[in-house]
């Protein structure tokens, strides 16, 4: 953030500079007046070399940015948080289904980390009846993160995630209407 702002302040400088460095080389060579005219033409150079110093500034930060992104991503592959989340890799939400539901009669609905009822109950409506049905047969929590991501490769495991809880209790709620 603080680099940003580095740098507009940095453009804005060099444009600045540059465009005042022009004026005044104009006018000075418009009045014969040479002394102003030296005095633009070196602000004029002054803010061309401020805008190469900013330039070059950009692109270093954009490399050191590019690597330290490449290596934080590189750890995180192997980091606490994504290790909770890579069950997701090899789950098959139908298989899950009729393990938990059909077979061992286990008919709770599925959550993650949420705020409200719609985003902890994936793939449900914050209805009173959707709500009954909820409180009747119960939840179990999926190990899903936080809302706070370390990498992109938690996102994408927690997206996932939120897939499968969203399929999950899509194939519950319509086996419970079938079953009523």
């Known amino acids: 953030m603080f680099e940003g702002v580095q740098i507009a302040i940095g453009i804005a400088g060099a444009i600045a500079s540059f465009f005042l460095g022009v004026g005044l080389a104009i ?17 004029a150079l002054v803010g061309v070399l401020i805008g190469l110093l900013v330039f070059v500034f950009i692109q270093q930060v954009d490399r050191d940015h590019a690597w330290e992104t490449k290596d934080h991503e590189e750890k995180a592959k192997n980091s606490p948080e ?8 090899h789950a098959d939400v139908i298989a899950d289904f009729r393990q938990n539901v059909e077979q061992k009669r286990d008919t709770r609905f599925v959550t993650v980390y949420g705020l409200s009822f719609a985003t902890e109950f994936q793939g449900l409506e914050d209805t009173p009846e959707i709500q009954q049905l909820v409180k009747k047969h119960g939840s179990r929590r999926l190990e899903s993160g936080s809302d706070v991501f370390s990498s992109s490769l938690e996102m994408q495991l927690t997206h996932q995630i939120t897939q499968y809880a969203r399929r999950y209790n899509s194939l519950l709620l319509g086996y419970l209407e079938h079953e009523k």
């Open 27 to 43: 006018g000075g060579w418009i009045g014969r007046a040479r002394r102003v005219m030296w005095i633009g033409a070196g602000l």
């Open 82 to 89: 994504v290790e909770r989340l890579r069950w997701i890799e």
